[in-house]
T-cell receptor, first 111, second 116 residues
Framework: DAKTTQPNSMESNEEEPVHLPCNHS???????IHWYRQLPSQGPEYVIH???SNVNNRMASLAIAEDRKSSTLILHRATLRDAAVYYC????????????FGKGTLLTVNP | DTAVSQTPKYLVTQMGNDKSIKCEQN?????MYWYKQDSKKFLKIMFS???????INETVPNRFSPKSPDKAHLNLHINSLELGDSAVYFC???????????????FGPGTRLTVL
């Protein structure tokens, strides 16, 4: 599986936008970019995924660089409930059955 | 209604014992997984079953034996428990679409296993 690099931690204030970066310079053409998050003492939950185009859903937006070597998860208005570890994961279109988690980014949201 | 449920939530036991963790999903998915999250918070896949058939076994010791009686259940049995088995175990499920593509995974709340 191609590797991703994320900052260990980030901090944000409540009600402000948060941009969580992810580098994946060895991404292949069939790799999808997935984001999951894990709230304290809970199982991971799916956030969003994309291939080439930017994606929006009710939780977040995913901005993918034109060369696909990096992406950014955007939380438009952070709430205290968004404090979690965010994982950026590449999943090959040919072997999409498992998630390989890295260290992720611990997001702290200040009131 | 809980989508993916696990029992028990906490499990404390002595070294050498045998224990089981149960997982059930009511999402109608055909693929289920077991992940292990160690004390350093690394999440690693252990097993995956598709339609009750084992499709992933990530070099997990033979002491761990998953059992899938039907598509909605994937139980994890652990023999001769060791201190290093202490971790949080997460069950997950997803639905296979076409070819080898799978939709997003839904995770259970986890089972915290402590081996003394």
């Amino acid at each position: 599986d191609a590797k991703t690099t994320q900052p260990n931690s980030m901090e944000s204030n409540e009600e402000e936008p948060v941009h969580l970066p992810c580098n994946h310079s060895t991404i292949s053409g069939t790799d999808y970019i997935h984001w999951y998050r894990q709230l304290p003492s809970q199982g991971p939950e799916y956030v969003i995924h994309g291939l080439t185009s930017n994606v929006n859903n009710r939780m977040a937006s995913l901005a993918i660089a034109e060369d696909r070597k990096s992406s950014t998860l955007i939380l438009h208005r952070a709430t205290l409930r968004d404090a979690a570890v965010y994982y950026c994961i590449l999943k090959s279109g040919g072997s999409n059955y498992k998630l390989t988690f890295g260290k992720g980014t611990l997001l702290t949201v200040n009131p | 209604d809980t989508a993916v449920s696990q029992t028990p939530k906490y499990l404390v036991t002595q070294m050498g014992n045998d224990k089981s963790i149960k997982c059930e999903q009511n999402l109608g998915h055909d693929t289920m997984y077991w992940y292990k999250q160690d004390s350093k918070k690394f999440l690693k896949i252990m097993f995956s079953y598709n339609n009750k058939e084992l499709i992933i076994n990530e070099t997990v010791p033979n002491r761990f034996s998953p059992k899938s009686p039907d598509k909605a259940h994937l139980n994890l049995h652990i023999n001769s428990l060791e201190l290093g088995d202490s971790a949080v175990y997460f069950c997950a499920s997803s639905q296979r679409t076409s070819g080898n593509l799978y939709n997003e995974q839904f995770f259970g709340p986890g089972t915290r296993l402590t081996v003394l």
